[in-house]
C-alpha cells in the first residue's frame, strides 16, 4: 500500500482522513506545517501528499513550487475550504485532485485511487493498439419499384 502524508493545520480533517487511509490500508501520517511536508518529501518518505492549500504560514504557490521542486514524482491532492477559487489553477499547478475541506472519506479515497500509480503499472506489458477500422460509406442506391 502507498505512503501518504496529510498536511494541514486543521487537526480534524487531517485525522479524518488519516482514520480513512489507515482503514483503507495505507500507511498514513499528519503534520500541521509546510516545512515538515517538504522536510519529509527530501527524503522520499510518501507516494502521496495531500495538501491544506488555505494554512497560515508558507503560502500555497510556494508550498507547491517547493513541493515540485523536492519531489516532482509525488501526486498532490489540495485541500481547501472553497476550491473552485483554485480549480481553474489545478491542471498548471499538476493537482491529481482539488477537495474541500468538508471531502466525505469515500470521494477523498477515490481521490487517493486515482492519484497513486497502479501497482505494477511499470511492469505491466503493453496493451496491443487496437487497429481502427476505417468506415468507407457505400453509396446508397435507389430502386425505384
Do not use: N, W
Not at 10 to 21: C, H, K, P, S, Y
Not at 55 to 76: D, H, K, T, Y
Not at 96 to 117: E, G, I, N
Amino acid at each position: 500500500m502507498a505512503r501518504v502524508m496529510i498536511c494541514d493545520d486543521d487537526r480534524e480533517t487531517a485525522e479524518r482522513l488519516i482514520a480513512a487511509l489507515r482503514a483503507a490500508g495505507h500507511e498514513a501520517e499528519t503534520c500541521r506545517h509546510t516545512m515538515d511536508m517538504l522536510r519529509a518529501a527530501a527524503a522520499g518518505r510518501y507516494d502521496l501528499v495531500a495538501l491544506g492549500l488555505d494554512m497560515a504560514g508558507f503560502g500555497r504557490a510556494g508550498a507547491v513550487e517547493a513541493m515540485r521542486e523536492i519531489a516532482p514524482r509525488v501526486p498532490l491532492i489540495a485541500l481547501h475550504d472553497r476550491p473552485t477559487e483554485i480549480m481553474r489553477d489545478a491542471t498548471r499547478d499538476g493537482f491529481a485532485a482539488v477537495l474541500p475541506r468538508s471531502v466525505d472519506a469515500k470521494s477523498f479515497m477515490y481521490a487517493v485511487a486515482c492519484a497513486l500509480p497502479e501497482e505494477g503499472a511499470a511492469t505491466a506489458p503493453a496493451r496491443p493498439e487496437r487497429r481502427r477500422r476505417t468506415h468507407q460509406p457505400t453509396a446508397l442506391k435507389r430502386t425505384v419499384g
